[in-house]
């Protein structure tokens, strides 16, 4: 029966944490699981070892008698010298042990050192939470304004999920207890949601505000006057205030994205002014234009 290198077979080194066995463990555990190996025998055996070596690695009381063993292997193994609670006698050469593993997932090695030879005892085995998904979800601008669901269809099951009003692009969700079942009764892992909103034709999001560009006629701009703009919340009539620059920003309150998580809490819209400049006017207009501005004394310099 060959000795077996518990540090090895995690892939860590003899100094190693209890935490970074654990995630070691882990991590060998979701890659050689038998639900996500159906069939293959030597992942089946890759996942007893993994067990096996946590199993002893991560109980203070084995793995100092596991190191203390171990650094006298080729002594004891050539001499057949006893150790306390340890028969080294399989070990010479001529010896030998079956490499199976018993009932209860362990080998002949584990049970000749903690099992007293026999390995009948039953040992509770090593759980663990369930591997986590992560997927994404794209949406409108529209729906993150509103809110909406999605069904997804994960392990050949669906899943009805629910968007709050509010989500931002590049938001992570995270949905516990919807990843993968977990191994000996350990939780299931959880569903991680990456949120991805495509660009709006008019909308542009700035956090929890809204910008929108809206054109106006340079006579509105002047005199004044009443225009219409669009909210997620329906078109709104706006008052343009006479002498209207272009660029200009006018914040209109609580009319922007909802704040995700909040009940009634909104940003603002910001409408940014774009002045058009008239380019078929007649004759007649540009002369009334000439005489406006001779009587008209502007902060611009002219030449």
Do not use: C
Not at 110 to 125: A, D, L, M, Q
Request: no cysteine; aromatic share 10%; net charge positive.
């Amino acid at each position: 029966m060959d000795y077996k290198d518990y540090y090895k077979i995690l892939g860590v080194n003899k100094s190693a944490s209890q935490d970074e066995i654990k995630k070691a463990f882990r991590k060998l555990a979701i890659q050689y699981h038998p639900d996500k190996n159906p069939g293959d025998k030597i992942a089946e055996t890759k996942f007893k070892e993994i067990n096996e070596a946590n199993e002893v690695l991560s109980n203070p009381e084995k793995r100092k008698k596991y190191d203390e063993l171990g650094a006298n292997w080729q002594q004891y193994q050539q001499g057949g010298k006893k150790e306390e609670g340890f028969d080294w006698g399989p070990f010479q050469q001529g010896g030998h042990y079956s490499g199976d593993f018993d009932e209860n997932g362990f080998s002949d090695f584990f049970n000749n050192i903690f099992g007293g030879g026999g390995g009948s005892k039953k040992r509770k085995k090593s759980s663990f939470k369930g591997e986590d998904y992560q997927t994404h979800v794209d949406l409108s601008l529209e729906e993150a304004y509103h809110g909406t669901s999605r069904i997804l269809e994960l392990e050949h099951q669906k899943l009805r999920l629910q968007i709050k009003p509010g989500v931002e692009n590049g938001q992570t969700l995270r949905i516990k207890g919807k990843g993968a079942l977990g191994y000996n009764n350990g939780e299931a892992g959880d569903l991680y949601l990456e949120i991805r909103i495509a660009p709006h034709s008019v909308f542009k999001r700035a956090g929890v505000n809204i910008e929108q560009i809206v054109k106006l006629d340079v006579f509105t701009a002047i005199l004044g006057g009443k225009i219409k703009v669009k909210t997620f919340a329906g078109d709104l009539l706006i008052t343009i205030p006479p002498g209207t620059q272009n660029g200009k920003t006018l914040r209109l309150k609580s009319k922007g994205m909802p704040v995700y998580g909040k009940t009634n809490e909104f940003g603002d819209m910001l409408v940014k002014t774009e002045i058009l400049i008239p380019t078929n006017l007649s004759e007649e207009q540009k002369e009334l234009l000439r005489k406006i501005k001779e009587h008209t004394k502007t902060n611009a310099d002219t030449v």
